[in-house]
């Protein structure tokens, strides 16, 4: 059984192996799609196969669409050289439930993958098409939160999207610059309304998204790359909109078991690749079954039914209270707290924390405890079972293999959302107290610990990529094992940086706090596991 448009001609081997087939004419889907698109998505990751392809092949297989997406990778275009072309756009989601069992699904609903490489002729030439066609509704993203940003730590602009300002709309290097740009075409074609949908894991998605492409748009009016109108046409939302939404899925790095399992099942070729960028990608998604989609319904051209397959679209008010519910206190802070001590305490797997007293005890002391009292409940859905559908069944799947290794990249920027919007929250509140946080501030210890890179056994580890890792060392650099405060003065230009706590540590009354968990947890070998026992 072999994962391309030949091998998917014979269907009863798939069938007989349990996999749930495309079950529609793709030839025909993909013609229609190329005449006149609809959804072109940038990122073309595990996310996106794993759970928005997924939606839309099942509207493909109820016949509520004749569409596919056209998927285009901003960043590591070897995902489409080694993962999309062999396998003629296919992949394969595994389902991993609770229980054990699988459900295993061939992904049809992408008809045609592209690089964003304005120095492909072909490729560049293709998207501007696209974007050019008035049928165009919706540009969608998962490219991470750092995809969205143009300014290093400094608050410098990166030398690709200085250059791009300079050079116009021509031959961006910059992701946002090429974005930008094909909106520009899409604006001289005919000033076609189209959505620019975000659906990364970051506060009001949408907002940051337009004002990145926003600032491209001013910056190239300034120099006389593009006519006002263009910046007219980025700031009308009856024109261009940024929709703001909320994504929860887990899609983890591909697993070596799930791979066996489908080599069982007789189907080739299921190699895991790790690109030069370092991305862990196969020609299969391995990925948990709760899944949740909530988008703001602000679609100026129109848009694809997915509602039809379980997307909630509302308002942008309920989007925000969704996305905090989840991003700030239900989820991610979880995810990133067991991430912290999971790494410091030697896990590789996210479940086996969960059977870790301490560390289980930990995130439902931040889940129930400190930081459901300022969830707004958003109606569409309800934020205590939503937690306790976290805590109980998805954080534990054994068939889940999450790392906490995975989940510490980027910590510096996650931190201000997943933690900090909480801190704030309890300063608005007159029945709240911040000082009265205690396991949040050792989670912001933790995080100190960890940069580090010495485990709780005294052994050296690597430490997870993350954009401020070069600035962060500087700081902690010189403390070591052992080593008694103050740390005052030495981690004071962290502690006091809002950009990475969302608040400044001293302003709120905990600074005194995370500095006593840190002196505690640098005692030497065992001190984090004593730290831990101490406090939960």
Same mark, same amino acid.
């Given at each position: 059984?072999?994962?391309?448009?030949?091998?998917?001609?014979?269907?009863?081997?798939?069938?007989?192996?349990?996999?749930?087939? *495309?079950?529609?004419?793709?030839?025909?889907?993909?013609?229609?799609?190329?005449?006149?698109?609809?959804?072109?998505?940038?990122?073309?990751?595990?996310?996106?196969?794993?759970?928005?392809?997924?939606? #839309?092949?099942?509207?493909? /297989?109820?016949?509520?669409?004749?569409?596919?997406?056209?998927?285009?990778?901003?960043?590591?275009?070897? =995902?489409? &050289?080694?993962?999309?072309?062999?396998?003629?756009?296919?992949?394969?989601?595994?389902?991993?439930? %609770?229980?054990?069992?699988?459900?295993?699904?061939?992904?049809?609903?992408? $008809?045609?993958?592209?690089?964003?490489?304005?120095?492909?002729?072909?490729?560049?030439?293709?998207?501007?098409?696209?974007?050019?066609? %008035?049928?165009?509704?919706?540009?969608?993203?998962?490219?991470?939160?750092?995809?969205?940003?143009?300014? /290093?730590?400094?608050?410098?602009?990166?030398?690709? $999207?200085?250059?791009? +300002?300079?050079? @116009?709309?021509?031959?961006?290097?910059?992701? =946002?610059?090429?974005?930008?740009?094909?909106?520009?075409?899409?604006?001289?074609?005919?000033?076609?309304?189209?959505?620019?949908?975000?659906?990364?894991?970051?506060?009001?998605?949408?907002?940051?998204?337009?004002?990145?492409?926003?600032?491209?748009?001013?910056?190239?009016?300034?120099? @006389?790359?593009?006519? /006002?109108?263009?910046?007219?046409?980025?700031?009308?939302?009856?024109?261009?909109?940024?929709?703001?939404?909320? =994504?929860?899925?887990?899609?983890?790095? *591909?697993?070596?078991?799930?791979?066996?399992?489908?080599?069982?099942?007789?189907?080739?070729?299921?190699?895991?690749?790790?690109?030069?960028? /370092?991305?862990?990608?196969?020609? +299969?998604?391995?990925?948990?079954?709760?899944?949740?989609?909530?988008?703001?319904?602000?679609?100026?051209?129109?848009?694809?039914?997915?509602?039809?397959?379980?997307?909630?679209?509302?308002?942008?008010?309920?989007?925000?209270?969704?996305?905090?519910?989840?991003?700030?206190?239900?989820?991610?802070?979880?995810?990133?707290?067991?991430?912290?001590?999971?790494?410091?305490?030697?896990?590789?797997?996210?479940?086996?924390?969960?059977?870790?007293?301490?560390?289980?005890?930990?995130?439902?002391?931040?889940?129930?405890?400190?930081?459901?009292?300022?969830? =707004?409940?958003?109606?569409?859905?309800?934020?205590?079972? +939503?937690? #306790?559908?976290?805590?109980?069944?998805?954080?534990?799947?054994?068939?889940?293999?999450?790392?906490?290794?995975?989940?510490?990249?980027?910590?510096?920027?996650?931190?201000?959302?997943?933690?900090?919007?909480?801190?704030?929250?309890?300063?608005?509140?007159? &029945?709240?107290?911040?000082?009265?946080?205690?396991?949040?501030?050792? $989670?912001?210890?933790?995080?100190?610990?960890?940069?580090?890179?010495? &485990?709780?056994?005294?052994?050296?580890?690597?430490?997870?990529?993350? %954009?401020?890792?070069?600035?962060?060392?500087?700081?902690?650099?010189?403390?070591?094992?052992?080593?008694? @405060?103050?740390?005052?003065?030495?981690?004071?230009?962290?502690?006091?940086?809002?950009?990475?706590?969302?608040?400044?540590?001293?302003?709120?009354?905990?600074?005194?706090?995370?500095?006593?968990?840190?002196?505690?947890?640098?005692? @030497?070998?065992?001190?984090?596991?004593?730290?831990?026992?101490?406090?939960?």
């Amino acid at each position: 059984m072999v994962l391309n448009d030949l091998g998917l001609k014979n269907r009863e081997p798939w069938l007989e192996a349990g996999f749930e087939l *495309p079950d529609y004419d793709r030839e025909q889907i993909k013609a229609n799609t190329l005449k006149n698109p609809t959804w072109v998505h940038f990122g073309a990751g595990n996310i996106f196969r794993g759970f928005t392809a997924a939606v #839309q092949q099942k509207l493909l /297989n109820e016949g509520k669409t004749d569409k596919g997406i056209i998927v285009c990778e901003g960043y590591d275009f070897e =995902i489409i &050289d080694k993962i999309y072309e062999p396998h003629d756009n296919l992949s394969v989601l595994v389902v991993l439930k %609770p229980d054990g069992n699988m459900n295993k699904k061939v992904i049809g609903s992408v $008809v045609e993958a592209l690089t964003a490489d304005a120095t492909d002729e072909n490729n560049w030439q293709a998207l501007k098409d696209i974007f050019s066609n %008035p049928s165009l509704q919706m540009v969608s993203f998962t490219i991470t939160e750092k995809g969205y940003s143009l300014k /290093n730590a400094k608050g410098e602009y990166y030398g690709d $999207v200085a250059d791009d +300002f300079k050079t @116009g709309t021509r031959s961006p290097k910059s992701f =946002i610059g090429k974005l930008s740009s094909l909106c520009f075409e899409r604006y001289k074609s005919g000033k076609y309304p189209v959505a620019l949908v975000s659906m990364d894991n970051c506060s009001h998605n949408g907002s940051i998204l337009h004002e990145a492409v926003s600032t491209f748009a001013k910056e190239w009016a300034k120099n @006389g790359s593009v006519d /006002n109108g263009f910046v007219d046409y980025i700031e009308d939302p009856k024109k261009v909109s940024f929709p703001w939404s909320m =994504i929860d899925k887990i899609t983890p790095r *591909p697993d070596l078991g799930v791979k066996d399992m489908l080599e069982k099942s007789r189907v080739e070729s299921m190699d895991i690749i790790t690109t030069t960028k /370092n991305t862990y990608i196969a020609p +299969f998604v391995n990925a948990e079954e709760p899944e949740y989609l909530v988008i703001e319904n602000l679609f100026p051209n129109g848009r694809p039914p997915l509602e039809e397959g379980g997307v909630i679209f509302t308002d942008r008010e309920t989007v925000d209270k969704v996305e905090k519910m989840k991003v700030c206190t239900c989820l991610n802070p979880l995810h990133t707290a067991l991430a912290i001590y999971g790494c410091l305490l030697g896990y590789t797997a996210i479940y086996e924390e969960m059977k870790d007293e301490q560390l289980k005890k930990m995130v439902e002391i931040i889940g129930y405890e400190e930081g459901l009292p300022v969830v =707004i409940n958003p109606g569409i859905i309800d934020p205590k079972a +939503f937690l #306790q559908e976290v805590l109980e069944v998805r954080l534990p799947n054994p068939f889940v293999p999450d790392t906490p290794q995975r989940i510490a990249t980027d910590t510096s920027q996650k931190l201000a959302i997943r933690f900090g919007e909480t801190i704030k929250a309890y300063q608005k509140r007159d &029945d709240l107290n911040v000082t009265d946080l205690k396991v949040i501030p050792l $989670v912001f210890a933790g995080w100190l610990r960890y940069l580090l890179a010495i &485990d709780d056994n005294g052994n050296s580890f690597e430490i997870s990529p993350d %954009p401020l890792n070069d600035h962060l060392m500087k700081i902690v650099d010189g403390i070591n094992l052992g080593d008694k @405060g103050p740390f005052d003065e030495k981690l004071k230009p962290l502690l006091s940086d809002e950009s990475i706590f969302g608040v400044d540590l001293y302003e709120v009354g905990l600074a005194d706090k995370v500095l006593g968990y840190f002196e505690e947890l640098l005692k @030497g070998p065992g001190a984090i596991r004593a730290t831990l026992k101490k406090y939960l």
